[in-house]
C-alpha cells in the first residue's frame, strides 16, 4: 500500500511565496516513473499543475509556468513544488500524485491579501 502525504499549504498574499512537500510511504522500494502536482479549486475540475518523470523531464500547466518548480527524487518517493509569483486563481487544493495511480488527500492553498 503506497501513501502519499502533502504539506506545505496555507495562506499567502498575492506575490508571495509557498513551498509544498509529498513524502510516500508503504512501499518505498518502488521506483515512481512519473510524480506529479494536481490541483482543484471549487467548482473546476482538477487539473495537471506539474509532473516530473524518473529520467528528470517536467512540465508545467501553461498558467504556471515560468512561477512554479517541481523538484524531487522519484526513487525516494519525494515531490516538491516551488510556487512564487503567487495569483489569487492559484488558490485551490493542491494533490500529489505518483505513477497518475495515487493520490494525497491533498493540502490547501489560498492566496488572498
Known amino acids: 500500500q503506497v501513501q502519499l502525504v502533502e504539506s506545505g499549504g496555507g495562506l499567502v498574499q498575492p506575490g508571495g511565496s509557498l513551498r509544498l512537500s509529498c513524502v510516500t510511504s508503504?512501499?518505498?522500494?518502488?521506483?515512481?516513473?512519473?510524480m506529479a502536482w494536481y490541483r482543484q479549486a471549487p467548482g473546476k475540475q482538477r487539473g495537471l499543475v506539474a509532473r516530473i518523470t524518473d529520467a528528470g523531464y517536467t512540465n508545467y500547466a501553461d498558467s504556471v509556468k515560468g512561477r512554479f518548480t517541481i523538484s524531487g527524487d522519484n526513487a525516494k518517493g519525494t515531490v516538491y513544488l516551488q510556487m512564487n509569483s503567487m495569483k489569487p486563481e492559484d488558490t485551490a487544493v493542491y494533490y500529489c500524485?505518483?505513477?497518475?495511480?495515487?493520490w494525497g488527500q491533498g493540502t490547501q492553498v489560498t492566496v488572498s491579501s
Open positions: 508503504g512501499s518505498i522500494s518502488r521506483r515512481f516513473y512519473s
Open positions: 500524485n505518483a505513477n497518475a495511480i495515487y
